[in-house]
């Protein structure tokens, strides 16, 4: 029996809604209120815009960075407005399927063939994963070095662990093999696997690493925001401490539990952060970090979100140039 997207939706928001309601009933409320009343308006403003153009920038420039890689050449503007109009979906739908969007606005836009758009989009995810690996491994290394009897050897194989998953995910022979083994299975499947994976296979290392490197300024971006939140609501927080638990944040977010991750999101960083503060203090930089994050692009969104389906829903058969 399947489940009607309008049940599923409001599941999935009363899950969050019910989670939310569990960490505030656990915390003093009027604490979470004037930690959030501390918060200078100016500083607020601050927080949102800056929150604001590293989501519309950074990503953008990733994201038509590996299109241009794979040679297809799209205004950089035209890739922001999408991403915006895009957002309001990515939030609603699990997983990020909402992604897929992303692909289908390029083959209507951009005359951009499905199968390169969704292999853009696959190894832009791909970049998000592992630049958030190596931020996880260098968190992890700096609190050992810091210090070490806190986390001891677990830290040191914790950081191993991600450097060999790294290294394995950046090998192309293991690539190579993947493709080989579908191809065994079936030279259909085969067929419609290599397409996808055509960051994987066709970039050079060169390309490779500098595309590793924007990924690595995006997700510094994201954990700048992360860290400026604490220290909006007064809480010193270390900028290790924020490499190694946003990784760790964000994928609890992908969690198909709740709608956009909320709920369990501010309850990864009340439990991630709990040696800095209070879990009231920290519900309160959740909620501020939630808000600046995820609701307000999710709200900017919005303003493109209707152009963004009217370019959706334009005859494919006759897409715009694809050019600069």
């Known amino acids: 029996m399947t489940i009607p ?8 928001s009363v899950v969050a809604v019910a989670l939310l309601s569990v960490l505030l009933a656990s915390v003093d ?38 299109l241009s890689a794979m040679g297809h050449r799209v205004p950089f503007w035209g890739l922001a407005r999408a991403r915006m109009g895009n957002q309001p979906l990515k939030v609603i739908i699990p997983f990020r399927g909402g992604e897929a969007f992303r692909a289908l606005w390029l083959r209507s836009q951009a005359a951009t063939p ?9 190894f832009d995810l791909f970049l998000v994963a592992l630049s958030q690996a190596i931020f996880l491994g260098v968190g992890l290394s700096l609190a050992v070095g810091l210090d070490g009897q806190t986390l001891g050897t677990s830290a040191i194989v914790g950081a191993s662990t991600v450097v060999a998953v790294v290294i ?32 994987f296979l066709r970039f050079g290392m060169r390309t490779k690493l500098r595309l590793l490197g924007i990924a690595l300024i995006v997700e510094f971006g994201e954990s700048i925001a992360l860290w400026a939140c604490f220290r909006t609501v007064g809480i010193e927080v270390p900028l290790f401490a924020v490499f190694t638990a946003l990784p760790v944040i964000l994928g609890i977010t992908l969690l198909p539990v709740t709608i956009g991750g909320f709920g369990t999101r501010e309850l990864a960083v009340v ?23 995820f609701v307000m692009p999710a709200l900017f969104g919005l303003v493109f979100l209707g152009r963004f389906s ?10 715009r140039p694809n050019v600069r």
């Open 5 to 12: 997207k309008w049940l599923h939706g409001l599941l999935l």
């Open 29 to 66: 409320i009027e604490i979470v209120a004037s930690v959030l009343a501390t918060v200078h308006p100016l500083h607020a403003l601050g927080l949102v815009a800056f929150s604001l153009l590293t989501w519309i920038t950074l990503p953008t420039w990733r994201w038509r960075a590996i």
């Open 114 to 122: 499905l199968l390169s758009g969704l292999a853009s989009v696959l």
């Open 168 to 199: 394995a995910l950046w090998f192309r022979p293991l690539h190579l093999l993947g493709l080989a083994i579908a191809q065994r299975i079936s030279p259909t499947l085969a067929t419609r696997v290599e397409p996808l994976v055509h960051g």
């Open 271 to 293: 439990w991630l952060f709990s040696a800095y503060a209070d879990p009231a203090s920290l519900t309160g930089a959740a909620l501020l970090f939630s808000a600046v994050e």
């Open 310 to 319: 009217r370019d959706l829903a334009e005859v494919t058969g006759s897409p």
